[in-house]
């Protein structure tokens, strides 16, 4: 690969290696200023290792990069930005209390006379920005105020507030949902088409919508590029994962057998007292997957979490295998073989500084198999890891001892559904199993799902997802609880709010 002009980024030749592992295989890149191109592979395939080497966050064991056809070391982000590059990581890096003008700016502040923050210039500034790429976010509110799509478009912000042209967004749909897919594509189209260039390691289902190209990496290695126009959906999962690929999950006829897990009448607050889940029943018979489908917002958290103990219900019950559990402990829920793949992997069901092997038997601890006298047996958890990372392929395959934030997210998610599944469970509650995979993993998790129903396991499978202006209807509704908040605070008692707006439903 010649020295072209041309290209916004050329990376030639990368290798990049994690002790005896080798992420990164002399890998090349080559990418189109003024376009949007894909890198596509598996889970723990190098993707992100790859887009860390060109912002500076690694330094690859060879290989060089060039940038509008000249060669540039880059050493850490710093000199990334220097050149123009800008990155939004897949688990954002935000103030969660500060505001999003205060984010977008914080570390390259706007200083008046004397070196005082001007926060009036600045927030000018972000909304020049904001307008000129259409990228709708309030600049006063709050990051914890606001949905996920709207803070990954303050990361973008963030970027392009410190002048990128090459814009990196790793894994940019893992956390959202179907309609903030939509508007993101929209926006990456805006950018490319203002001339800015975007690299994006993406998950299969989105790059024919947004792609004009696209390198496929599978374990290190790079298999080729491809005009996405002219691949099928199908060819690029086969390129990927390196065999077909069945996009259609196949699965015999259910056999449901007893009840295991009943509610009835169940009533759950959320954390402002409101009731979030009213009067629910349902029922999940052995053998059987029962879908729990929705819009985003509407109890599904509050349900879960009443169901494992994490919060208390107001009234109703929940009852494994006829006996209540409600309002017990979270080791009674795992006593009674109730299994849980909650939605956010790293608040939720991972220790990210804990080892593989220690995140492994997390629920088990207190197992005879892996210590004794509260001591743990360090070659019996080991051991136990290794026994899951080579049945889920979990990568690296020698990731045992590793912390698990090393780990891609995708492979995360790989360990949280192993462990869950490795125990036999009798309930197994999936939300959202398949966030953040690739088709492969996808492909694979369907297959477990089955297999665990097959097995005669009770399976509830929750899948959410936000309807077009409910990120605008929860933002209007935190800023009136707030305000609502602050007048009591004041002794003024409690206001009627002005809702709905504009006298509709």
Not at 168 to 197: F, N, W
Not at 447 to 467: C, K, N, Q, Y
Request: charged share 25%; net charge neutral.
């Amino acid at each position: 690969m010649e020295p072209d002009a041309s290209l916004a980024v050329q990376m030639r030749g990368i290798v990049k290696e994690f002790g005896t592992f080798r992420a990164l295989d002399h890998v090349d890149l080559a990418v189109k200023r003024g376009s949007i191109h894909a890198v596509l592979g598996e889970n723990g395939a190098g993707k992100s290792t790859l887009m860390n080497v060109l912002y500076g966050l690694y330094r690859a064991e060879a290989g060089e990069i060039l940038l509008n056809g000249e060669r540039v070391e880059i050493t850490c982000p710093t000199d990334a930005i220097a050149h123009g590059i800008g990155m939004v990581h897949q688990h954002f890096m935000l103030v969660d209390n500060f505001t999003v003008t205060e984010n977008i700016v914080l570390g390259d502040e706007v200083c008046g006379a004397a070196g005082v923050l001007d926060m009036k210039r600045a927030r000018e500034a972000v909304a020049r920005i904001i307008e000129t790429y259409g990228l709708e976010v309030d600049p006063d509110a709050k990051i914890e105020e606001i949905s996920v799509g709207q803070q990954q478009r303050v990361e973008i912000l963030k970027a392009l507030y410190r002048g990128a042209d090459i814009l990196i967004l790793d894994e940019p749909t893992a956390v959202l949902t179907p309609q903030e897919i939509e508007r993101l594509v929209r926006i990456m189209r805006e950018l490319a088409s203002a001339g800015k260039t975007v690299i994006i390691t993406h998950k299969l289902k989105e790059i024919k919508a947004s792609s004009d190209a696209c390198t496929i990496i599978r374990r290190g290695v790079q298999v080729g590029t491809v005009d996405v126009s002219r691949a099928s959906e199908e060819e690029l999962a086969e390129l990927m994962v390196g065999h077909h690929v069945n996009l259609v999950v196949e699965k015999a006829p259910a056999a449901p057998g007893e009840t295991v897990l009943s509610i009835r009448d169940l009533v759950v607050e959320d954390e402002r007292g409101v009731e979030a889940v009213r009067g629910l029943s349902l029922s999940v018979r052995a053998g059987e997957i029962v879908g729990l489908a929705g819009i985003d917002g509407n109890g599904q958290c509050e349900l879960v979490e009443a169901i494992t103990c994490l919060s208390r219900a107001k009234a109703g019950t929940i009852a494994v295998h006829g006996e209540e559990i409600q309002n017990t402990s979270v080791r009674n829920v795992h006593a009674h073989k109730v299994a849980t793949i909650h939605e956010d992997r790293q608040r939720r069901r991972l220790v990210l500084l804990f080892t593989v092997a220690e995140n492994a038997i997390l629920e088990r601890y207190r197992d005879p198999a892996f210590g004794r006298r509260g001591i743990l047996d360090r070659a019996a958890m080991s051991s136990f890891a290794e026994g899951l990372i080579e049945a889920y392929d979990i990568r690296p395959a020698d990731n045992a001892d590793k912390p698990a934030r090393a780990l891609s997210g995708g492979n995360q998610q790989k360990v949280i559904i192993a462990r869950e599944v490795s125990g036999e469970p009798d309930v197994l509650i999936a939300v959202q199993p398949t966030r953040g995979l690739d088709v492969g993993a996808i492909e694979y998790v369907h297959r477990a799902l089955v297999a665990e129903r097959d097995r005669g396991t009770a399976i509830l499978l929750i899948s959410t997802r936000a309807r077009r202006g409910h990120e605008r209807i929860r933002h209007h509704r935190r800023h009136l609880q707030r305000q609502d908040h602050r007048h009591v605070q004041a002794g003024r008692g409690r206001r009627e709010p002005p809702w709905p707006p504009h006298g509709g439903r």
